[in-house]
DNA sequence: GATGAATGAGGGTTCATTCAT
DNA sequence: TATGAATGAACCCTCATTCAT
């Protein structure tokens, strides 16, 4: 049985991104995991290769998370301003735009220039961002512009989910959707 | 004399600093910062009380950079306008908006959750930042829309800081410049 | 099982009480111990939180082994004065009243003024040792006078321990035997 | 001049001396022990070649303390009695049979099995306590009666240290003193 | 004489990782 | 599959000691 030790996995993924949110990256140690899985100390290294491939796993299922509730938004969408708000909106989910959750993707980002493979997941992630802007802005914008605007929309996401974490607090989910939607090419007259 | 001293904590500090964007802040060791100075493992814990004392002053200094170049373009700023250009360019200086620096603020910015000292100069770096926005943007905006610009302009500028730290030559400082350009109040008239 | 964790610690605790006896307290360090004990310097901590906690529970076990002869003696005594006897004897049993014993005694007994947990045992020790004094001497003296005798045999037989500790070779077992019976009250005519 | 360097020593020798009775051997650092004296970090070894010799010399002077309190009692004493009274009362003086100072004593003690020079001073204290004892205990009793209660009272006068420095409260000056008296031959009718 | 800079050894402790059961 | 014993490397930090000023 797959399924069996896919579960297992799935439990220690889980627990491993809880003790990134409290611990960050160095904090955060495979007696920890296992401890928040509720598991033995040998446990971890028997489903992951290494510290690094368990962060690895972490950091891609994290996205995946967020990558389908985009995708969902996506699928309500019909204009392209639709698309745009699906991609926005989806990117400051109230259950996922929290400061424990901003500070432990700051964390993992921490790594990417020392951990290629979390930088292939990290360019997965941005590539996917600016294809979907893409999608929502080229029926709006001359194809410059919207590249532009793209990076513009996508940049400031990013500092608002690094603010987040900076200062638990300082942003509502709201707040940051109102902030990122004035990027948005105004509704032509 | 106090001089010396205050010569080789510099020294140690711009060390700290290489290294810090080399290995981040987990592989920045005391040893590798003694190497790197070029003096002996003892020495750094002889001029820092611990090895966060050392963080918190390099982050301290690297503040102070960031401050003094901002601080000189603001002194020669006239209009209200000037002052903003003053600030974000002071923000994008092609010396310091490089990936490797801006990997080891990333790194240091990943420890701000569980570090209350750096977690202080953040504060501190974020207010002034504002503040300074809104001395340009006051003028030219009411105060609550000043308020939410200067929100996205400081937000944008982390964002691309942190986009620079995870895709390095991704963006050139004249981009980035021109992306938070941007978000300027259209002139009027 | 426990047991065979309880087998190792039983190791470790013995192999630090022999580094304790050559080295004193602050020349036991857990490599010492650990090579003495046949193992990698990890193990220590893998089954004692810390060296504090290692050193407690040596302590500990050396009290028991000598709470336990005492023991011993006390089952097999009769009438009171044979369980003072047997109380007096039992703290200088030739193979415990050697210069080596005394001298890791000695080592840890120095560290009780900064050791609450270590404080903790010696006062059981000097309790306990009082108690088994008075149920002796209780029946052959006044309550007072009674109270007098155990505190001046349980300084006298620490002080004969103490100097041991001090003075190898300086007496012998029966030495030391003798010169605290002579403190036992004489037997009435 | 010799004066001055002398007064130097005797300054980190007393400062010395109160470290070790808060901190213990191996607690007590160079560092604390020039801070202690109101001095600059490296102005200990200026003056005693090593920590050794430092704690050496602390030994020496606080015995030295000791012999002057039972000579100067000593010589006031007419009666081999006097005599005894003087050597016992000596080494119970109010000021200096105090917790600390005897915590102080019993960590310098530990470390005589691994410490020559200690040693040597151990041993001259011992000699000089019994010498006193028996130019008391002499006139009044056979030489070998002498001999026996002279270590006697010796040893329980160290256990009696040992017990206050364990057991801070435990023990006034005059109940160790009531104690010890028990032990002198009974007045001949 | 006095300061404190500098060194380097060593200690306790943590942890990822490997293995035997 | 799962446990936890065992290892060894590495790190931070402390300190006695040496030197240059």
Same mark, same amino acid.
């Given at each position: 049985?797959?399924?069996?030790?896919?579960?297992?996995?799935? &439990?220690?993924?889980?627990?491993?991104?809880? *003790?990134?949110?409290?611990?960050?990256?160095?904090?955060?140690?495979?007696?920890?995991?296992?401890? &928040?899985?509720?598991?033995?100390?040998?446990?971890?290294?028997?489903?992951?290769?290494?510290?690094?491939?368990?962060?690895?796993?972490?950091?891609?299922?994290?996205?995946?998370?967020?990558?389908?509730?985009?995708?969902?938004?996506?699928?309500?969408?019909? @204009?392209?301003? &639709?698309?745009?708000?699906? *991609?926005?909106?989806?990117?400051?989910?109230?259950?996922?735009?929290?400061?424990?959750?901003?500070?432990?993707?700051?964390?993992?980002?921490?790594? *990417?220039?020392?951990?290629?493979?979390?930088?292939?997941?990290?360019?997965?992630?941005?590539?996917?961002?600016? @294809?979907?802007?893409?999608?929502? #802005?080229?029926?709006?914008?001359?194809?410059?512009?919207?590249?532009?605007?793209?990076?513009?929309?996508?940049?400031?996401?990013?500092?608002?989910?690094?603010?987040?974490?900076?200062?638990?607090?300082? #942003?509502?989910? &709201?707040?940051?959707?109102?902030?990122?939607?004035?990027?948005?090419?105004?509704?032509?007259?």
């Amino acid at each position: 049985m797959r399924a069996i030790s896919d579960i297992r996995r799935q &439990e220690l993924r889980g627990a491993a991104f809880r *003790v990134l949110q409290r611990e960050g990256v160095s904090g955060t140690t495979l007696e920890k995991v296992a401890a &928040e899985a509720g598991a033995s100390k040998g446990i971890v290294l028997h489903y992951f290769r290494s510290k690094a491939e368990l962060f690895e796993q972490v950091m891609r299922e994290a996205n995946l998370v967020l990558k389908t509730r985009v995708t969902a938004r996506l699928a309500r969408a019909g @204009s392209p301003r &639709e698309r745009l708000e699906a *991609v926005i909106a989806g990117n400051f989910e109230p259950d996922l735009f929290t400061a424990p959750i901003c500070q432990a993707w700051l964390s993992l980002c921490a790594e *990417v220039p020392r951990d290629p493979a979390l930088a292939r997941i990290q360019r997965v992630i941005h590539a996917r961002m600016c @294809s979907n802007l893409m999608s929502g #802005l080229r029926p709006l914008l001359p194809v410059e512009d919207a590249r532009v605007t793209a990076l513009q929309i996508g940049a400031l996401i990013d500092g608002l989910w690094l603010r987040l974490g900076l200062s638990p607090g300082a #942003l509502t989910p &709201e707040q940051a959707l109102a902030l990122v939607r004035e990027l948005l090419p105004a509704r032509s007259g």
